[in-house]
């Protein structure tokens, strides 16, 4: 059967992790905030509260998902990029992505990126891919040891071969 995007865009919304507007990441209520994992929702918490005192402001453009919408994702993305493989330099599938897992989160504006590219390393809070910016993990070991190096694009990131479980 041909991908019908008005067969998903109906039923995926914010209960699936969508955020149509950017949301503070002290939002309880949004799904693709409170669902994230703990650990990486209390890290970003701190560093949101310090960025704060230096008149950084943390947005969430992107965090938990839901595999159906993840997979409505990664079609939106084969379609825009004209292949799967292209496509998976910029969208992980539902079995792969941290997104789905609640181990990742979106961030902006470029003000907060900037912020956390200077300081996130000692909340845990890192870069995974020199292709998005926005793209943060947590890496407890990024405290004592820095943050680890950028791969590429998740094309480069070996946990995007293996299906992921949290």
């Known amino acids: 059967m041909p991908y019908s995007e008005a067969a998903f865009r109906p039923a995926l919304g914010t209960a699936h992790g969508a955020v149509p507007a950017p949301v503070t990441v002290f939002d309880d209520e949004t799904p693709a905030v409170a669902n994230l994992d703990p650990a990486l929702l209390d890290a970003l918490r701190r560093a949101a509260a310090d960025a704060a005192g230096d008149g950084v402001g943390f947005l969430v453009n992107g965090g938990w998902r839901s595999p159906e919408y993840q997979e409505y ?25 941290a997104h789905v897992s609640g181990d990742a989160v979106d961030i902006g504006p470029p003000a907060a990126r900037a912020w956390l590219s200077e300081h996130g390393a000692g909340y845990g809070l890192c870069q995974i891919y020199r292709n998005e910016p926005w793209h943060y993990e947590l890496r407890p070991e990024a405290v004592e040891y820095g943050r680890p190096s950028l791969y590429a694009d998740p094309t480069h990131d070996p946990r995007m071969r293996a299906p992921r479980s949290h």
């Not at 994702?73 to 992505?97: D, F, H, M, N």
């Open 73 to 97: 994702l990664l079609r939106e993305a084969i379609s825009k990029y004209g292949s799967e493989e292209e496509a998976a330099r910029w969208v992980a599938t539902p079995a792969t992505s």
